[in-house]
């Protein structure tokens, strides 16, 4: 009699016994933990470690004894302080508004307006500022708001100002710094938006407009509360850019000999009170303020949003 063996077929669970699978699954493993190993370094390093240092510094004085809150109160106390926190205030809702709104705008427009070869174009040439360095951002649009030199001196005119003095008016400020960073970070953003929309379902869309949903009803009603959480995200990341302003108005500062304040920014007066002052003290509770400030602009917006909850299916 002959008797069939019935063939073993593998089901792909892993074996206890060090099998292949499970040496495949260790290695994998390993060269995850490979991989993020640098960031992690890079994270501890410039991070974590200054942050806790900044922490100590802020609670004690210059002979490490504990001081509790008195270096905020100090620096609470200081002429510059509340002006700094103002001016970077009146900054951060410029540029979180025309980011938003035009971000947005230009990511629906470039989406389903636009040719697909135009819009890998826009794209590229959208993103173009982006790949400078700040201080080279800043250099160019120092040329472009002289009314001697600018290319656009007839619009500087036409408002008014016929001098590179008048155009960095105090009040000017904010208006020119958000600029400065529309120009040189909406570009990214507006690749990382066009991206979101992408990844709409394009039987979401057609069902919207057999309902009879005209373009922008699709934008306001479909597209972007499906982007949602990517705008919360970008706000975030935004607001942390915007409280960290230092390089910007320094070179102003330093291009306009003096006639824009050097404490017009929190990171301004926080350099001012550690290299002029040689306070490293005060101005690691200058830090702690704007960590506070970001911290809770991020843990609101996360809250209202459910930025990480997940889709129930």
Same mark, same amino acid.
């Not at 806790?52 to 001081?67: K, V």
């Not at 040439?125 to 360095?133: M, V």
């Not at 938006?193 to 005209?214: F, Q, S």
């Given at each position: ?80 302080? @509340?002006? #700094?926190? $103002? ?6 809702? &410029?540029?979180?508004?025309? !980011?938003? %709104?035009?971000?947005? *705008? ?6 389903g307006r636009i040719r697909p070869g135009t819009s890998a174009v826009l794209r590229f ?9 700040g201080v080279a951002s800043v250099l160019v649009w120092l040329f472009m708001l002289d ?8 619009? @500087?005119? #036409?408002? $008014? ?6 155009? &960095?008016?105090?009040?000017? !400020?904010? %208006?020119?710094?958000? *600029? ?131 889709d129930e299916k």
């Open positions: 009699m002959t008797v069939l063996e019935t063939p073993r077929v593998s089901t792909g669970t892993p074996r206890r016994d060090g099998s292949a699978p499970s040496r495949r699954r260790g290695r994998r493993l390993n060269a995850g933990y490979f991989f993020v190993a640098g960031y992690a370094v890079l994270l501890l390093a410039f991070g974590v470690f200054p942050t806790a240092y900044s922490f100590y510094l802020a609670f004690t004085n210059d002979r490490g004894q504990f001081t509790g809150l008195n270096q905020f109160t100090k620096v609470a106390g200081d002429y510059r302080f @509340l002006p #700094a926190f $103002g001016h970077m205030l009146v900054y951060l809702a &410029l540029w979180l508004v025309v !980011l938003v %709104v035009l971000v947005v *705008l230009v990511a629906v427009v470039l989406r040439l959208y993103y173009i500022p982006g790949a400078l360095a009314p001697d030199v600018s290319p656009v001196s007839w619009l @500087l005119n #036409a408002m $008014g100002m016929h001098s590179f003095a008048a155009v &960095l008016a105090p009040g000017h !400020l904010p %208006v020119i710094l958000m *600029l400065i960073a529309f120009w040189t970070g909406a570009g990214g953003w507006m690749v990382v938006m066009y991206g979101a929309l992408n990844n709409i379902p394009d039987e979401v869309l057609e069902a919207a407009r057999m309902d009879g949903a005209g373009p922008w009803r699709t934008v306001w009603h479909i597209q972007i509360p499906m982007i949602r959480q990517w705008i919360v995200y970008m706000s975030i990341m935004a607001f942390a850019t915007g409280t960290q302003l230092f390089v910007e108005p320094q070179l102003l500062q330093t291009a306009s000999l003096g006639r824009v304040s050097p404490t017009w920014s929190p990171n301004q007066l926080a350099f001012v009170f550690a290299f002029q002052q040689g306070d490293f003290n005060g101005a690691a509770a200058i830090s702690v303020f704007l960590l506070s400030l970001g911290l809770l602009a991020a843990g609101l917006l996360v809250a209202r949003s459910n930025l990480f909850s997940l």
